[in-house]
Nanobody, 125 residues
Framework: QVQLVESGGGLVQAGGSLRLSCAAS????????MGWFRQAPGKEREFVVA???????YYQDSVKGRFIISRDNAKNTVYLQMNSLTPEDTAVYYC???????????????????WGQGTQVTVSS
């Protein structure tokens, strides 16, 4: 089993920045991809960004150039630096881990076996 714990959410004004962290524990050796998803009220959970064990990254178009994902394999932690935030970024952000995600499904929820509890990000206008 793998446990994921997110931190770093909060309230920020539009144009501001936040950095989310996700620490993995347990049987982390098999984790291949770590990603971030978000879910706004009344909407489906959507892919935001992911990073593989060799550093390949995938971004949702709406966050390209604003969000940066990074991974510290030694600490089993993934970070999401979010810049130029807008009210449309308001959501609960979930960290997820996959043992096998291929490039064709990495942007979907399908391959993610483990999920964190979520952290709220609120961007005020």
């Amino acid at each position: 089993q793998v446990q994921l714990v997110e931190s770093g959410g909060g309230l920020v004004q539009a144009g501001g920045s936040l950095r989310l962290s996700c620490a993995a524990s347990g049987r982390t050796a098999g984790i291949y991809v770590m990603g971030w998803f978000r879910q706004a009220p009344g909407k489906e959970r959507e892919f935001v960004v992911a990073i593989t064990g060799v550093g390949s990254t995938y971004y949702q178009d709406s966050v390209k150039g604003r969000f940066i994902i990074s991974r510290d394999n030694a600490k089993n932690t993934v970070y999401l630096q979010m810049n130029s935030l807008t009210p449309e970024d308001t959501a609960v952000y979930y960290c997820a881990a996959s043992l096998w995600a291929g490039s064709k499904v990495v942007t979907t929820t399908i391959p993610y076996d483990y999920w964190g509890q979520g952290t709220q990000v609120t961007v005020s206008s």
